[in-house]
């Protein structure tokens, strides 16, 4: 019989906890009413909804009304961006008496149109809209760049202020390199900022937590931030579930439309197996045993690093190493490509990515890595380890014996 593979992506994605699976179970089987209906089976549902909002809202220190449940972090990224940007552009063209937002926006001058600042390395479901933002001819943007630990300076952020900018979009950590972002440092430049009056647009400012909800304080008013990311898959609950945080006062316009769920922010039946477990993971985030687990992770990472790097001495670390999660590894591997030893790793049963997983498939350079000042060769010769709740000291023992044993094997001659 085949060992059990060891998964080492928990960056990627998370089981589900048996508790979140727990609380889903009755709105499968039993409370499956839909929650916009009347009657008592719709009700019950509608409560399911309402007592995981409250879990959320208690995990982020904010009150349930400013939780908008989504699919998932993208579509939460979108939201806030888009959202944000369509309900400036509406504001504004009002005033300049355009009789549609596409017109209006056709003959708005560079320097009257909003501005966005966001960093070279979030995630693809930021950059992506912003791009298409830009493509449009709807708003100017700027994407800071990191520094070499992966870090954006909060100076850098400052700099880019202009009296439009609309929207600044952070991530709270990296999903490959794991660096975790002064999002509490940068809040402060921006409060400063619109204490000088020096702006047309108030700047709302947005961070991307998919990625450190798990190890990190997410407190938002500790953060200071008006809108928050979260994703259900990467904290032990179910996918096709999320959350944006939207402060109260901050408005934003729905992508969908339709029947007006979650008080007109998001339209759409909502997933409420999916919603409850994710409130529940959210509520497991608050248990202190979960948090003393961070303490214990990092210490496994670091011994696991300590061996990658006594028994492959070429190997390097990519990223922060004092500011980064607690279950990051980031390698660079010189004189291989990371697809390479991802695939021979697989094949013996050891689950690793090159970097996120939304952008894997591409087998393009990572854009994190080229921001980072790497050449493509060494942004592809990069592979991401990621470490989770369950992770034992066997399973990193057995991960970096796969790994060395797939390099000696591409060293030989390829795969």
């Known amino acids: 019989m085949s060992k059990r593979p060891v998964y080492m992506d928990y960056a990627a994605a998370t089981p589900a906890d048996p508790r979140a699976l727990k609380a889903m179970m009755p709105f499968l089987k039993n409370s499956y009413g839909n929650p916009s209906s009347s009657h008592a089976l719709g009700q019950q549902a509608k409560v399911g909804i309402e007592k995981a909002r409250e879990k959320v809202a208690a995990f982020l220190s904010c009150s349930a009304g400013e939780v908008v449940f989504t699919s998932g972090a993208t579509e939460a990224n979108n939201l806030a961006i888009h959202g944000i940007l369509q309900s400036v552009l509406e504001s504004y063209l009002k005033t300049k008496n355009y009789p549609s937002i596409l017109l209006g926006v056709n003959q708005l001058k560079t320097s009257e149109k909003p501005h966005i600042i966001t960093s070279a390395i979030e995630h693809e479901s930021v950059l992506a809209p912003i791009r298409d933002l830009e493509k449009r001819g709807a708003v100017e943007a700027t994407y800071v760049l990191p520094d070499a630990e992966g870090l954006v300076r909060p100076s850098d952020v400052a700099d880019a202020l202009t009296p439009n900018t609309a929207l600044v979009s952070i991530q709270y950590a990296n999903s490959e390199i794991g660096t975790v972002q002064p999002i509490a440092e940068i ?67 729905p992508l969908l439309l339709g029947g007006g769920q979650e008080e007109g922010r998001r339209s759409g039946t909502e997933n409420v197996p999916g919603i409850v477990g994710m409130g529940e993971a959210c509520a497991l985030l608050l248990d202190p045993r979960i948090r003393l687990r961070s303490i214990s992770l990092r210490q496994l990472r670091d011994r696991c690093v300590k061996s990658a790097l006594a028994r492959i001495p070429e190997a390097r670390i990519t990223g922060s190493v004092k500011n980064r999660l607690p279950n990051n590894i980031h390698l660079r591997l010189p004189g291989v490509q990371g697809k390479d030893v991802v695939f021979l790793m697989d094949q013996k049963g050891v689950c690793v990515s090159t970097g996120s997983a939304c952008s894997e498939s591409s087998q393009e350079a990572s854009h994190v890595l080229l921001a980072m000042g790497y050449s493509r060769e060494e942004a592809l010769s990069s592979v991401r380890i990621s470490l989770g709740r369950t992770t034992t000291a066997a399973e990193t023992a057995r991960c970096v014996k796969a790994l060395v044993s797939s390099l000696d094997r591409l060293k030989r001659g390829g795969i």
């Not at 809108?227 to 999320?242: E, F």
């Open 187 to 253: 809040s402060r430049v921006l409060r400063d900022f619109l204490k000088t009056k020096n702006y047309k647009l108030k700047t709302i400012f947005h961070t991307d937590a998919t990625q450190a909800a798990n190890y990190l304080d997410c407190s938002v008013e500790k953060l200071g931030v008006d809108l928050l990311t979260l994703s259900s898959h990467k904290i032990y609950g179910p996918k096709g579930a999320g959350a944006l945080y939207a402060k109260k006062g901050v408005e934003f316009s």
